[in-house]
């Protein structure tokens, strides 16, 4: 099938960010219109990508200027529905909630939205991507913008964020050029469909495993899995709130798992039965971020700090999924990137509806917010639930995926484990709940008022969404996560795909 919508997901943000600044000069609430209109287009042409690969079973391909091979690839299939759908929704929602949280600064409105198109476009580039050169380019794209995102506020803290950001993701972003310069000299080519003939003819040699591991440690960085996770807390913590919802549900899950997953099942061909070592480093990174993410999160006191280091401990549940190496395994680390990122979304964008309000992040201000900013409050107590695994939400039937997948490769350790801290994500969750939200009888209240509309807005289409996809398990396992799980599973058939089309 052709894809002549393809270029449309870089196309339409990169066109959006020129436009803002241009037109901001004469009115500067264009930003804010243009921005929503062409975060709208991405969602709708996302969706309609998904129809048409959902309808047609076959994924859509596109070679700029006509040169196969040698010319840049874009490829969609159900993997990068699925990514691009995650990509978009969160976008969305994150530039509506923005027109009216940004009314807190004094300036550089259409500055803030020209990075966050930007962001857009170099994640929806990555995600399309079929040569290995372009995928870094937008990684670093889509990087560059967060860095000066994260910095947006100007203050100390902030700026000490975005440079400490900086440099680790440009240590990781070196790492994975390494690899790449690597794998060309090798290979002398980039292109991942015929990367992947050429590399299954070289072998299981060291030369393999070096790269593997280069390229590991790189999106290691990326996704801020443990131990290379020093950035994440503070990027995350002081970057506007909206940012926080996007580094944390899409930008980590892209540009570190999307990426390594695609990389690693289709163009390598990594398999649990022929490459066990490669699942079981997985396997433990994977638990240790679980972890210590999960406890480090117990003792926060910030709003934002502390989701920020549940981040790290979610990570560590995907990576332990992809590890299991299984379709449940598989399908549950897939389904876990939506619940994670609907339901982390909802959970940076109420912290900033908190901190909008009240001046504060300090669990220990905040007082019986549940009475004077009840939409604020049930969005996160709902996504709190999904995060913690709570039926009939997304979060809980992702991880009922792993843990099937855990006890189905009879590593029952790790199924306990997954349900644990489960029960941990519920306990500090709950703890912004007693401490922000509800409140004893006869206790003082926080005296404020409910975030503007817009705010809540996009809070509750994302509370929507976990729900829906919780209610609707079934039909988004059969025709959004489970596809998207089978295009990995199916390894190398990738190649045969793309070169066949």
Same mark, same amino acid.
């Given at each position: 099938?052709?894809?002549?919508?393809?270029?449309?997901?870089?196309?339409?943000?990169?066109?959006?960010?020129?436009?803002?600044?241009?037109?901001?000069?004469?009115?500067?609430?264009?930003?804010?219109?243009?921005?929503?209109?062409?975060?709208?287009?991405?969602?709708?042409?996302?969706?309609?990508?998904?129809?048409?690969?959902?309808?047609?079973?076959?994924?859509? =391909?596109?070679?700029?200027?006509?040169?196969?091979?040698?010319?840049?690839?874009?490829?969609?299939?159900?993997?990068?529905?699925?990514?691009?759908?995650?990509?978009?929704?969160?976008?969305?929602?994150?530039?509506?909630?923005?027109?009216?949280?940004?009314?807190?600064?004094?300036?550089?409105?259409?500055?803030?939205?020209?990075?966050?198109?930007?962001? #857009?476009?170099?994640?929806?580039?990555?995600? #399309?991507?079929?040569?290995?050169?372009?995928?870094?380019?937008?990684?670093?794209?889509?990087?560059?913008?967060?860095?000066?995102?994260?910095?947006?506020?100007?203050?100390?803290?902030?700026?000490?964020?975005?440079?400490?950001?900086?440099?680790?993701?440009?240590?990781?972003?070196?790492?994975?050029?390494?690899?790449?310069?690597?794998?060309?000299?090798?290979?002398?080519?980039?292109?991942?469909? =015929?990367?992947?003939?050429?590399?299954?003819?070289?072998?299981?040699?060291?030369?393999?495993?070096?790269?593997?591991?280069?390229?590991?440690?790189?999106?290691? #960085?990326?996704?801020?899995?443990?131990?290379?996770?020093?950035?994440?807390?503070?990027?995350?913590?002081?970057?506007? !709130?909206?940012?926080?919802?996007?580094?944390?549900?899409?930008?980590?899950?892209?540009?570190?798992?999307?990426?390594?997953?695609?990389?690693?099942?289709?163009?390598?061909?990594?398999?649990?039965?022929?490459?066990?070592?490669?699942?079981?480093?997985?396997?433990?990174?994977?638990?240790?971020?679980?972890?210590?993410?999960?406890?480090?999160?117990?003792?926060?006191?910030?709003?934002?700090?502390?989701?920020?280091?549940?981040?790290?401990?979610?990570?560590?549940?995907?990576?332990?999924?992809?590890?299991?190496?299984?379709?449940?395994?598989?399908?549950?680390?897939?389904? =876990?990137?939506?619940?994670?990122?609907?339901?982390?979304?909802?959970?940076?964008?109420?912290?900033?509806?908190?901190?909008?309000?009240?001046?504060?992040?300090?669990? $220990?201000?905040?007082?019986?917010?549940?009475?004077?900013?009840?939409?604020?409050?049930?969005?996160?107590?709902?996504?709190?639930?999904?995060?913690?695994?709570?039926?009939?939400?997304?979060?809980?039937?992702?991880?009922?995926?792993?843990?099937?997948? !855990?006890?189905?490769?009879?590593?029952?350790?790790?199924?306990?484990?997954?349900?644990?801290?489960?029960?941990?994500?519920?306990?500090?969750?709950?703890?912004?709940?007693?401490?922000?939200?509800?409140?004893?009888?006869?206790?003082?209240?926080?005296?404020?008022?409910?975030?503007?509309?817009?705010?809540?807005?996009?809070?509750?289409?994302?509370?929507?969404?976990?729900?829906?996809?919780?209610?609707?398990?079934?039909?988004?396992?059969? =025709?959004?996560?489970?596809?998207?799980?089978?295009?990995?599973?199916?390894?190398? $058939?990738?190649?045969?795909?793309?070169?066949?089309?």
């Amino acid at each position: 099938m052709e894809g002549r919508i393809l270029p449309l997901f870089v196309a339409i943000p990169l066109a959006g960010a020129f436009l803002v600044p241009l037109l901001s000069k004469l009115w500067t609430r264009f930003a804010d219109l243009i921005a929503s209109i062409t975060s709208a287009l991405l969602l709708g042409v996302s969706v309609y990508g998904w129809l048409m690969v959902n309808a047609g079973g076959m994924p859509l =391909h596109y070679w700029v200027g006509g040169w196969r091979i040698i010319g840049i690839a874009m490829w969609f299939d159900a993997l990068t529905a699925l990514i691009v759908l995650i990509i978009n929704i969160v976008g969305f929602c994150a530039s509506v909630y923005s027109i009216r949280y940004l009314d807190r600064y004094t300036g550089g409105r259409w500055k803030f939205f020209t990075l966050l198109l930007l962001l #857009i476009a170099g994640l929806n580039g990555l995600a #399309i991507s079929g040569d290995l050169f372009n995928m870094f380019v937008f990684i670093e794209i889509s990087a560059i913008a967060s860095y000066a995102l994260v910095a947006f506020g100007t203050e100390e803290e902030e700026v000490e964020a975005a440079f400490k950001y900086m440099v680790l993701g440009e240590v990781g972003g070196a790492v994975l050029l390494f690899g790449i310069a690597l794998i060309y000299a090798r290979a002398s080519t980039l292109n991942l469909a =015929h990367l992947s003939q050429v590399l299954a003819g070289f072998g299981r040699t060291p030369f393999y495993w070096f790269v593997i591991a280069t390229l590991l440690i790189g999106f290691a #960085i990326k996704m801020g899995m443990e131990p290379f996770h020093a950035w994440l807390a503070d990027a995350h913590f002081s970057a506007p !709130a909206p940012i926080s919802a996007m580094l944390s549900g899409v930008f980590i899950k892209v540009t570190g798992v999307y990426a390594m997953s695609r990389l690693m099942f289709n163009v390598f061909g990594v398999s649990r039965a022929e490459t066990p070592a490669f699942f079981n480093l997985l396997i433990a990174f994977g638990a240790v971020s679980m972890v210590l993410g999960g406890l480090l999160a117990y003792t926060q006191n910030d709003y934002k700090r502390l989701l920020a280091y549940s981040s790290i401990s979610q990570i560590g549940y995907i990576l332990v999924a992809l590890g299991i190496g299984n379709f449940w395994g598989i399908a549950g680390a897939l389904f =876990h990137i939506l619940a994670h990122a609907l339901g982390k979304g909802t959970l940076f964008l109420a912290s900033g509806s908190v901190e909008r309000q009240t001046g504060t992040r300090n669990l $220990e201000q905040l007082k019986g917010l549940e009475k004077t900013m009840p939409a604020t409050t049930w969005s996160h107590i709902l996504a709190s639930f999904s995060m913690a695994g709570l039926p009939p939400f997304a979060g809980f039937f992702s991880k009922l995926f792993i843990i099937i997948g !855990a006890i189905a490769a009879r590593m029952y350790w790790l199924a306990f484990l997954a349900a644990l801290f489960s029960a941990v994500t519920l306990g500090y969750l709950t703890k912004v709940v007693n401490m922000a939200f509800f409140v004893k009888q006869n206790s003082s209240v926080t005296s404020t008022r409910e975030a503007p509309g817009l705010m809540v807005l996009a809070m509750l289409v994302l509370v929507v969404l976990t729900v829906a996809v919780g209610v609707g398990f079934r039909g988004v396992l059969d =025709h959004l996560v489970g596809p998207a799980a089978r295009v990995l599973l199916n390894g190398l $058939e990738y190649a045969r795909l793309v070169l066949g089309g």
